[in-house]
């Protein structure tokens, strides 16, 4: 156990609609990531919040939005869901790594499957 | 040009026995971290090792360990007495920068490893 939770767990919605997966970082942790997992393209870096404030950007398309709260777990909202948006969605949360930089800690994971 | 290059389909190993999982990665930063994630069927991604760009001693983590060749751009996962519950999809990752408000991670694709009884 990681010790950062995602829910839910699984997710089942329609094309154009919008959901929301929440993510609890582990205690302590400042930081947040958001990663997508599809066949095609592989894991990829959305984006990143440290206390509260957007850090980095990646691959994340405009109908997606994500935030951070003040007690620091975070939210992604994806909306006008398509048929290509199914993936599984990761949260990641980090700690200082000896000599500088961050590991990452995963969560469990969202599997999104839009019909 | 790809950061991250894991061109291993698949790997086969017999249980008890080493296994080398190759990772290449590219860039051009003096600092940067690579990290080995292991994802079983279930799932979730595993944090197994990291070796700073700037450490001078290969990352040793129980059973893992990563041959770092800093000249060859090189970072592969050594697995030593392998399990059958070592059976996953192994992920080489890379963090260009000192991390903090740059930490993003880039991913390779993955190799699958197979191990046999």
């Known amino acids: 156990d990681s010790g950062v939770t995602q829910t839910p767990k699984h997710l089942i919605t329609a094309t154009g609609q919008r959901v929301t997966l929440r993510c609890s970082p582990r205690s302590g942790d400042l930081s947040v990531y958001w990663y997508q997992q599809s066949l095609d393209q592989g894991l990829q870096f959305l984006i990143q919040?440290?206390?509260?404030?957007?850090?980095a950007k990646g691959n994340i398309l405009e109908r997606f939005s994500a935030q951070q709260f003040p007690d620091l777990h975070s939210e992604l909202n994806l909306s006008s869901l398509e048929l290509g948006d199914s993936a599984l969605y990761f949260c990641?949360?980090?700690?200082?790594?000896?000599?500088?930089?961050?590991?990452?800690?995963f969560g469990p994971g969202t599997r999104l499957t839009v019909l | 040009a790809q950061k991250i290059t894991q061109t291993q389909p698949g790997m086969f190993v017999q249980e008890k026995e080493a296994v080398t999982l190759d990772c290449t990665y590219d860039t051009s930063d003096q600092s940067y971290g690579l990290f080995w994630y292991k994802q079983p069927s279930s799932g979730e991604m595993i944090f197994l090792i990291y070796?700073?760009?700037?450490?001078?001693q290969n990352a040793t983590e129980g059973r893992y360990s990563l041959n770092f060749q800093k000249a060859r751009k090189s970072a592969n996962l050594v697995i030593s007495a392998s399990q059958l519950g070592d059976s996953a999809m192994y992920f080489c990752a890379m963090r260009e920068g000192r991390g903090g408000a740059n930490s993003k991670l880039t991913f390779g694709k993955g190799i699958t490893l197979s191990v046999r009884p």
């Open positions: 070796q700073g760009s700037y450490d001078e």
């Open positions: 919040y440290y206390n509260g404030e957007e850090r």
């Open positions: 990641a949360s980090s700690v200082p790594q000896r000599g500088g930089g961050d590991t990452q800690y």
